[in-house]
């Protein structure tokens, strides 16, 4: 028969757990392989948060060079947006700037994405790597031209 763990059985419960046992000082009760299993996770979490909002920013940018009829309030406050949370995410954690390169590449196949799925535009017309410098994707305008 297989036993069932408080981290199986409630997540929330056993995290509350750990941390009484921390603060107990009670160190040798931790269960220190689904502990280590969650920090790693929190990291992918963040690098995963900061491609996903690179998507949806990437994903707006394209849509604002190549449909510029259809500018809209709503695409410059999601621009505003992604780039405030991104800086944010950055100034959290200072130890992914030197992944950003590596989230741009991977953000852009999804703002391709989402162009595919919001507008009459053809991803596979639009180029297939970012056009887009840095100073492009996060300076506060949106007002650059395509």
Known sequence: MQTTTLY???FYAWTQHQVELLHSGQLGELDIENLIEEIASLGRQERQELRNRLGVLLGHLLKWRYQPEARSKSWAATIQEQRR???EILED???LKPYLAEAIIRGYQKGLDLVNRETPLDPNQLPQTCS???IEIFEES???HP
């Open 8 to 10: 199986e059985q409630d």
């Open 85 to 87: 949370e991104i800086q």
């Open 93 to 95: 954690n200072p130890s």
């Open 132 to 134: 887009f410098s840095e």
């Open 142 to 144: 949106v007002d650059w």
